[in-house]
């Protein structure tokens, strides 16, 4: 198994957070390397989300987990093996939160695809992060 795991302060309400979470469309105002995200219907297990990243083919992800207002994960299926987006939001105040991002790789195929894509995942996670603790910090 890979894991990588980063997380941030942001000075904003969680709910904001969660607003951006909720919605691919707006995954492009923070996630550098996303182009366009469109999901089936409402961020829920079993919907699928289609998303275009620059110089990448368009990959389906699939909803895996969701708790409303504070948590979601999607998985990308690889050939014996997958890749797992964890995006979760704690509350530490009424304007302040924790905004935490975790990938991970389980399968066979996970000593190469890890050498391959794990680098490269872990290096674009704090450029995330900051765009989207900007993001939410310009939400109403």
């Known amino acids: 198994m890979w894991a990588n795991e980063e997380s941030i302060e942001a000075a904003a ?5 969660w607003r951006l979470f909720e919605d691919p469309s707006r995954w492009v105002d923070w996630h550098p ?12 297990v079993g919907s699928t989300v ?14 895996v987990a969701v708790e409303p207002g504070r948590s979601y994960a999607t ?14 939001v704690h509350r530490l105040g009424e304007h302040r939160c924790r905004i935490l991002l975790r990938q ?8 190469i695809f ?7 995942i872990a ?4 450029d995330q992060l900051q765009g989207l603790a900007k993001a939410v910090e310009r939400e109403p």
């Open 75 to 88: 998985e990308d299926r690889m050939p014996l093996a997958r890749l797992r987006f964890e995006h979760e």
């Open 50 to 63: 289609r998303v275009q990243q620059r110089g990448a083919p368009t990959r389906t992800l699939t909803v």
């Open 13 to 17: 309400d969680a709910d904001a957070v």
């Open 104 to 111: 991970s790789m389980s399968g066979p195929l996970t000593p």
């Open 114 to 120: 890890s050498r391959l894509l794990g680098g490269r």
């Open 33 to 44: 390397d996303i182009t366009s995200a469109r999901l089936d219907g409402p961020l829920d």
């Open 123 to 126: 290096r674009g996670v704090p």
